[in-house]
């Protein structure tokens, strides 16, 4: 999908985080990115996997970090903790007895080189 501020580049882009968010059925972080993930190494160890390499997300141990506010409502209730589950994930993994490698991608920014510190 091209985003929409490259189709109508008179338009600003969309800030996501102004977005409402409601998960389907069983599709929330727990389930996914928890339970799902749990099946994914269960099952790599069961067929003798020898190295995982797993994708998840920077920012994991941040409990404040806004994606772990998606899908709650304005008091912190609701299914959300995106971050949280995948860390966990990540922590089964670890203890899993597999070997592994954890990619932890971070988001990306429309500002100037110079105007960014690299951490």
Do not use: A, C, N, R
């Given at each position: 999908k091209i985003p929409m501020n490259v189709m109508t580049p008179n338009k600003k882009a969309i800030n996501f985080r102004d977005?409402?968010?409601?998960?389907?059925?069983?599709?929330?972080?727990?389930?996914?990115?928890?339970?799902?993930q749990k099946k994914q190494v269960d099952f790599a160890r069961r067929l003798g996997v020898k190295h995982v390499v797993l994708v998840s997300s920077m920012g994991g141990l941040d409990n404040s970090n806004f994606l772990n506010q998606i899908g709650k409502d304005k008091n912190g209730e609701g299914q959300g903790d995106i971050l949280?589950?995948?860390r966990k994930a990540e922590q089964y993994l670890i203890?899993?007895?597999?070997?592994?490698?954890?990619?932890?991608?971070?988001?990306?920014v429309d500002t100037p080189s110079n105007e960014m510190e690299l951490v």
């Open positions: 977005l409402k968010f409601k998960y389907g059925p069983g599709q929330h972080p727990e389930m996914v990115d928890y339970v799902g949280v589950w995948k203890e899993s007895g597999l070997q592994y490698t954890i990619i932890h991608p971070g988001g990306l």
